[in-house]
């Protein structure tokens, strides 16, 4: 009996102590949740989660999160432009600024709503370009449950991609 008490206190100690080593992945910061926090759809770019919501009546926004998920200011990136792709239709520019909070960069659109149009969004993360290219389906606010698309997030750059820098888009 002391022998399997011993084993179990053994497997317990174990598992306490893997756990916090698997949550603390990305330079000993926990790793947060991908879930949208805004109805858009999540991507990563190293350590940068990068919400982008399109509004079925029209406004594109951008949200940004650090690895734990902790809101990051609307400044930690600059550069925003959004572009909007409709079948059959000219390509619509987004001009995007920051909020007034500064929470956010927001730009307003004409309303996305048709199948097949597609969502272009770049900005600069440490001094890396970056562009996301997106089905705007998996971003627009008012689906219930947004597609699984296989979305596109890399920096312009030749050195860096998303094949190859520290982590995957999600």
Not at 40 to 59: I, P, Q, W
Not at 112 to 139: C, D
């Given at each position: 009996?002391?022998?399997?008490?011993?084993?179990?206190?053994?497997?317990?100690?174990?598992?306490?102590?893997?756990?916090?080593?698997?949550?603390?992945?990305?330079?000993?910061?926990v790793?947060?949740?991908?879930?949208?926090?805004?109805?858009?759809?999540?991507?990563?770019?190293?350590?940068?989660?990068?919400?982008?919501?399109?509004?079925?009546?029209?406004?594109?926004?951008?949200?940004?999160?650090?690895?734990?998920?902790?809101?990051?200011?609307a400044?930690?990136?600059?550069?925003?432009?959004?572009?909007?792709?409709?079948?059959?239709?000219?390509?619509?520019?987004?001009?995007?600024?920051?909020?007034?909070?500064?929470?956010?960069?927001?730009?307003?659109?004409?309303?996305?709503v048709?199948?097949?149009?597609?969502?272009?969004?770049?900005?600069?993360?440490?001094?890396?370009?970056?562009?996301?290219?997106?089905?705007?389906?998996?971003?627009?606010?008012?689906?219930?449950?947004?597609?699984?698309?296989?979305?596109?997030?890399?920096?312009?750059?030749?050195?860096?991609?998303?094949?190859?820098?520290?982590?995957?888009?999600?």
């Amino acid at each position: 009996m002391k022998a399997m008490s011993l084993v179990r206190s053994v497997a317990l100690a174990g598992l306490l102590f893997a756990v916090p080593l698997a949550l603390r992945a990305h330079n000993g910061v926990v790793h947060g949740d991908h879930d949208a926090h805004h109805g858009g759809f999540v991507m990563m770019y190293r350590d940068l989660h990068c919400e982008v919501v399109a509004s079925t009546t029209g406004g594109v926004q951008l949200y940004l999160t650090d690895a734990a998920r902790v809101d990051l200011p609307a400044a930690v990136v600059s550069d925003v432009t959004v572009e909007i792709e409709r079948k059959g239709a000219p390509l619509e520019s987004v001009p995007m600024k920051i909020s007034a909070s500064g929470d956010f960069w927001e730009g307003k659109s004409k309303p996305v709503v048709a199948q097949g149009t597609m969502i272009h969004a770049a900005f600069v993360f440490q001094r890396e370009p970056v562009v996301v290219n997106l089905p705007a389906s998996s971003v627009m606010v008012k689906s219930k449950k947004p597609a699984a698309p296989a979305p596109v997030a890399s920096p312009l750059s030749p050195k860096s991609s998303m094949g190859n820098s520290e982590h995957h888009g999600h």
